[in-house]
């Protein structure tokens, strides 16, 4: 059996969005697939997983069946972190893992796993395709997190996403901007674990009133996907990155390359993986200027985005 699904990126609502902030997000073209096999048992049931990233194995381990436990791995807080989906997706539908087969599962992200484009969000979407079950309530039952990343993983049209009383809504929307040449995408260099960065932005804001920035950024999020006028949008995501900037207690990114002839907007968890750089300048110069910083991963919006 073979499924497939999306990686993604999160142009607006970065934090906010585990609030109730209305989000613009973006499935891309780069996803996983996963692939599994079932055979008889010979006793002793059990399940090899292979995690191919582009060109080559990056992550192995082995278990037990059915409990699950780990017979083998090269890395083991990846495999805990596996282990935890897989006995959440165990719950979900017993009659998955259950010893009467053994497994062999090879999954293939189409990116480097240190982005941070989803390996793990398109992972809980393709085993909750095969084991039909809620991919949300996999995510939130295991690992946790907004959702938007598994309606990115089912989607490949942009979206707004919000979550209202905690369930995720999901909206289609039509964005694909004129200017998208004058977009390109940066790797910071450094994956972020969003996590960790939510548990700081919850210390940071526990005693703030988050009402006003939570309507901010949604009124942010709408007029973005509307705008038709570069310099619209990127003082949208200016004003985006200033909100942020001051709940974050953290200087925006543009600080980081002073001289840069353009905009910059920080995306997902700040201080790693990508960032937007909005800019007038060709995408040569791009390069050349990034890597002068020692960025060397670049890509131009259309490259990666639906």
Not at 26 to 54: C, M, R
Not at 72 to 95: A, E, F
Request: net charge negative.
């Amino acid at each position: 059996m073979h499924f497939r699904s999306n990686g993604k990126l999160l142009l607006t609502g970065e934090y906010l969005v585990l609030r109730g902030a209305k989000a613009l997000a973006v499935p891309l073209k780069k996803g996983q697939s996963i692939e599994i096999t079932e055979t008889e048992n010979d006793g002793h049931p059990h399940l090899l997983w292979y995690a191919f990233g582009p060109g080559k194995l990056w992550f192995k381990t082995s278990f037990e069946l059915p409990s699950l436990d780990i017979i083998g791995t090269d890395d083991r807080k990846r495999s805990i972190k596996l282990q935890l989906i897989l006995l959440t997706l165990k719950q979900l539908n017993p009659t998955v893992f259950d010893g009467k087969y053994s497994y062999s599962i090879k999954t293939h992200l189409e990116f480097e796993p240190e982005w941070g484009f989803g390996s793990s969000s398109t992972l809980i979407a393709n085993l909750a395709h095969w084991a039909k079950v809620d991919p949300y309530t996999l995510l939130n039952l295991s690992i946790g997190g907004s959702g938007y990343d598994i309606a990115c993983a089912l989607s490949e049209k942009p979206l707004f996403y919000q979550l209202k009383s905690l369930r995720p809504t999901v909206q289609s929307v039509r964005f694909m901007p004129l200017f998208h040449e004058k977009l390109f995408l940066v790797y910071q260099g450094n994956k972020q674990d969003s996590g960790n960065e939510m548990l700081r932005f919850n210390q940071l804001t526990k005693d703030v009133d988050l009402n006003a920035a939570i309507q901010e950024a949604s009124e942010i999020t709408e007029e973005l996907a509307l705008t038709h006028s570069f310099t619209s949008f990127c003082n949208l995501m200016d004003n985006h990155e200033a909100l942020i900037s001051a709940l974050l207690q953290h200087p925006p990114l543009k600080t980081s390359f002073p001289d840069f002839d353009g905009h910059i907007k920080s995306l997902g968890a700040w201080g790693g993986d990508f960032f937007l750089a909005m800019s007038n300048q060709s995408y040569d110069e791009i390069v050349n200027y990034f890597a002068s910083k020692g960025l060397h991963t670049i890509f131009k919006y259309n490259e990666l985005i639906f």
